[in-house]
């Protein structure tokens, strides 16, 4: 995380003069602050407005200038080059000792170690840490306009209720989760704002890969964009809340707020259930406060959903949170006629229930509106977490200390992932996407018995007696999805889950992992950094040959044929040969060997017998991938994705 201040010297003088007559800095800088509307021309959600990713750049640079409640972190460029920015929100004096309150943090949710006292200290000096993101689909547009405006009240407003935001918690947004899509959908909807195409949706991916499974990637962390956003939400701050905002359908109710509907997904800690009904209730409670109609909970949205960010997060001992908006067109109002209002999951009727007492009437509904319902969701998370805070805190130790002993005390007490895989590059891939999700892993330095099976050198251990334990179970134990009356009709058929109702990650990489319930009871060594194997290279005299059981070696092969080396594939097997081996010639040079073996991480090994008899050539067939017009299409963008990751050179029709 790299952090770039841009605070002019001029800034540092008046912040030093404005102390010394007694005055809050941030307070007399904030009066030069422009309002969105001053620095866009336009009130954030105004009919056919759209403000784009570079100016509200701009304008977080300007705040984060101008007002010392504000630090602007670039995390790094997304998939097509742009800015991805973390907003940390909080009182110049939190801001100033900004590690020491994550380090306090980081003793609450992993309290392995810690004494009594680092607790009782982390409770009563640490601040509530609450994430937010907006923007992440980027076709839902009024979430990352709603952003300027919920950080331009952030920092410049002086009342109790932000005040005590500010000194209470750490409040980071991520304001736009897709910037790529802000900028692709804004130019879009620019160009046809006036035409008979005005507010229809863009005609490509959002993301130019995995489109709106940009949600669905949280458990694989396949793009930058999801790395970052692993990066805050489960290594570096592991925070108590966080809610992403989104936009749904524009025909049921207007705002969707915690918690989730049935059915639920186990094995998070209760806590965080109740949290989530907890800050649900206090959105609801602030939204009919606010005179805002037709806001559901418990509805739609149900408690087993795909390992997205916000599903996947109760499993770190994160409420993790959604708000849903119904959209209008864009950025161009929707009319809506009352007999266009429907129900959904947990609401059978448009009608008044308790968790839906305010339907709304039906009318035009503008982007307008929903900034508005999605700035005061997102300002009462904050509020109420500001007013509890040592209790929020005390529950983050609670959550995770409580799940480290169902971890001890359950079965199973641990995942082996054994060093025999069929591929085990995979298995070391798959071994990185679980220390992204900051898993604890450890390795086996030498061979070991386990309940009656022989490990190799290199297998790993993953501890249950950890605070990520639910998010262990989902990602490597094997799932049902539940058959009960939530996941059935009257009639008794099934009723289709939300989404992808299961994320094994194990299964999906064809990767070996044994559940076992008994401790591992040898000496293993912590793996503390991505693990980046290199392939060995052992010569022989007919050159080398590449196991073809590894996914690896098809890329090795790719890089091979780019370089013009002859490559010949195994059709069957022979003395140190099996049939799917790709075979390289003797005379391939071997600077290029060595770095494919680096980079690849698959080994050149010796063949010391002529396969020329059983293998073939291998040459490249051309691929064409079609991309269809209208929204795009995600398996040919994730086709893509594949394609470039293992060096297929591709054409797009
Ligand atoms: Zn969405």
Request: glycine letters at 8%; hydrophobic letters at 40%; aromatic letters at 10%.
């Amino acid at each position: 995380m790299t952090s770039h201040r841009f605070r002019p010297r001029f800034a540092v003088v008046l912040i030093v003069l404005t102390t010394v007559i007694g005055l809050r800095p941030e307070v007399a800088l904030g009066q030069s602050i422009p309002s969105p509307e001053e620095f866009f021309g336009f009130q954030m959600g105004a009919d056919r407005k759209l403000a784009r990713w570079d100016k509200l750049v701009e304008y977080y640079e300007l705040l984060g200038r101008q007002s010392a409640r504000l630090e602007v972190v670039h995390m790094g460029p997304t998939t097509l080059g742009n800015p991805f920015l973390a907003l940390f929100i909080s009182s110049p004096d939190n801001l100033a000792h900004l590690e020491d309150l994550r380090q306090m943090n980081a003793t609450l949710s992993d309290p392995r170690g810690a004494s009594e006292q680092d607790i009782e200290r982390a409770i009563a000096d640490g601040k509530a840490v609450i994430v937010q993101s907006m923007g992440l689909h980027s076709s839902e547009v009024g979430a990352s306009q709603m952003a300027a405006e919920l950080m331009y009240d952030l920092v410049t407003r002086t009342d109790d209720e932000i005040t005590r935001i500010l000194d209470e918690t750490i409040a980071i947004m991520i304001p736009c989760f897709n910037p790529d899509g802000e900028i692709m959908i804004v130019d879009w909807y620019n160009e046809n704002v006036g035409t008979d195409y005005e507010g229809v949706g863009l005609p490509w991916l959002y993301h130019h890969y995995i489109g709106h499974d940009n949600n669905r990637d949280a458990f694989q962390q396949n793009t930058v964009e999801s790395q970052y956003g692993a990066k805050i939400l489960f290594r570096d701050w592991i925070p108590q809340a966080y809610i992403d905002h989104h936009q749904m359908g524009a025909y049921g109710a207007r705002i969707y707020v915690p918690p989730y509907a049935e059915p639920l997904r186990p094995s998070a800690d209760p806590l965080v259930w109740r949290e989530m009904s907890w800050y649900g209730a206090h959105i609801a409670y602030k939204e009919e406060e606010a005179g805002k109609d037709g806001v559901v909970n418990a509805a739609v949205y149900s408690g087993w959903g795909h390992f997205g960010f916000h599903w996947i997060t109760p499993f770190h001992n994160i409420a993790g949170m959604l708000t849903e908006s119904a959209s209008a067109r864009l950025a161009t109002p929707l009319f809506v006629h009352p007999d266009q209002l429907n129900g959904s999951r947990g609401l059978p009727e448009y009608e008044a229930q308790t968790t839906f007492p305010n339907p709304w009437q039906g009318g035009w509904w503008h982007v307008r509106d929903i900034v508005e319902q999605q700035k005061i969701a997102a300002v009462a998370a904050l509020d109420i977490a500001a007013r509890h805070r040592a209790t929020v805190l005390r529950n983050a130790y609670q959550k995770a200390s409580r799940q480290i002993e169902r971890g001890s005390s359950m079965s199973p007490a641990v995942f082996v992932i054994p060093a025999d895989q069929h591929d085990p590059l995979t298995a070391t891939k798959m071994v990185n996407r679980l220390l992204g999700q900051g898993i604890d892993v450890h390795q086996a330095p030498s061979e070991f018995t386990h309940e009656g099976r022989v490990y190799g050198a290199g297998s790993f251990v993953v501890s249950m007696a950890q605070p990520k334990r639910g998010v262990i179970r989902w990602l490597l134990g094997r799932t049902f999805y539940p058959d009960n009356t939530y996941t059935r009709d009257r009639d008794g058929n099934p009723i289709r889950p939300y989404d992808m109702s299961t994320d094994t990650m194990a299964e999906f990489m064809g990767v070996r992992v044994d559940p076992a319930d008994s401790v591992v009871d040898t000496a293993l060594a912590t793996v503390d950094e991505l693990l980046t194997p290199a392939g060995a290279v052992v010569q022989g005299q007919f050159g080398y040959v590449l196991d073809g059981r590894l996914n690896d070696s098809f890329k090795a092969a790719n890089l091979l044929l780019a370089e013009n080396i002859a490559v010949r594939r195994v059709t069957n097997s022979d003395a140190g040969a099996q049939a799917g081996d790709f075979i390289v010639p003797a005379s391939a040079t071997g600077t290029v060997v060595t770095e494919i073996a680096r980079t690849t991480g698959v080994s050149f090994s010796a063949l010391d017998i002529d396969a020329t008899g059983v293998s073939q050539p291998l040459q490249r067939n051309r691929i064409g991938m079609y991309q269809r017009y209208y929204g795009g299409n995600m398996d040919e963008g994730w086709t893509r994705w594949l394609l470039e990751e293992f060096a297929f050179p591709y054409d797009t029709l």
